[in-house]
């Protein structure tokens, strides 16, 4: 990145995760930017930005995890703020876009919740969105602007890599993750194993089936969040009684919502692999089973890549 192209490039974040947004800046070598973000007396938000950002190139950090609307909200603005000011480009990243899980009517009288918050974020001043894990690809399909989806995968699968489980197998914990954990056996060289079960409602699980072969095998459950935990500690049970010798678990996105933490600390799950694409709670701090990685590298190459105009498929291995 030339003298010029970094002085053009400005990194600005919300109350969201800010520690994500200066390890970020950190890898490319940028200040963070300078905003006012806080509160009217009746919770509106109250925004500021204290820099010059006309004719640049912007990107704000912000995902849009708990408190979901708050966060969501502050990102909107943001954005609007930027677009008044005269910057050139605007690139909202997203290391986690909520509202995701309603995206289709499955169901009468239901919204598209993921298809309403593309269309505010167009709307408030986007250029292009740059996303991680969507929960489903076809979430890129209802922006009319440019997405950039980034995975997750060159950071976790090299994290279970250099771990060499002997005899893997990848497990997707329903049909609907059969493709995200095919690619992830497919660079683990691992075969692939399926949890067949049934969703009585939005929080309960009940399992029915594995398919595939897990006995004597070390089982690794790949999914896009984990929200509840019940889906991950379920699995485990089903798998472990189907005669696989140890199961752990990943998921770009650690929700854990709940008392999710503590399934999971009771839970037969070896390791719980996570990224920091959202704050880890206090709770899950204090987990000695969930491990956290950093996507803040990855995401910082993929700025500078749009930035830059360069490839960013560089990116997916």
Request: proline content about 5%; hydrophobic content about 40%.
């Amino acid at each position: 990145m030339t003298e010029k192209n970094r002085h053009n490039l400005k990194v600005f974040t919300g109350n969201a995760h800010p520690a994500l947004a200066r390890e970020i800046c950190e890898y490319l070598g940028v200040p963070l930017g300078q905003a006012s973000i806080g509160r009217f007396p009746d919770g509106e938000v109250r925004l500021q930005i204290l820099e010059n950002v006309r004719g640049a190139d912007v990107f704000v950090i912000q995902p849009t995890c708990r408190p979901v609307n708050d966060n969501l909200m502050e990102l909107l603005i943001l954005l609007d703020a930027f677009r008044r000011a005269s910057a050139e480009r605007i690139t909202p990243v997203i290391p986690y876009y909520g509202y995701a899980r309603q995206d289709r009517k499955d169901r009468p009288r239901v919204p598209i919740s993921a298809k309403l918050v593309a269309d505010l974020l167009t709307t408030a001043g986007s250029d292009r969105v740059l996303a991680l894990d969507l929960h489903a690809g076809q979430i890129q399909g209802y922006f009319n602007i440019p997405v950039d989806h980034l995975y997750s995968t060159p950071v976790t699968v090299e994290y279970f890599r250099r771990l060499r489980l002997k005899n893997l197998a990848v497990v997707a914990p329903d049909p609907g993750g059969v493709e995200r954990a095919r690619a992830f056996a497919k660079k683990m060289r691992a075969p692939l194993a399926i949890i067949d079960k049934r969703r009585e409602n939005e929080n309960v699980v009940e399992m029915f089936n594995v398919i595939g072969e897990v006995a004597g095998k070390t089982c690794l459950i790949v999914d896009d969040m984990i929200d509840t935990g019940g889906t991950m500690v379920r699995a485990a049970q089903a798998l472990l009684e189907k005669g696989a010798v140890k199961v752990y678990a990943c998921a770009t996105h650690g929700v854990f919502a709940g008392d999710s933490v503590t399934k999971i600390c009771d839970s037969p799950l070896e390791q719980v692999v996570t990224t920091n694409s959202v704050p880890l709670s206090i709770e899950g701090q204090k987990c000695a089973r969930i491990k956290v990685l950093s996507v803040a590298k990855l995401l910082a190459e993929a700025i500078r890549s749009i930035h830059d105009e360069t490839s960013v498929s560089r990116l997916f291995i």
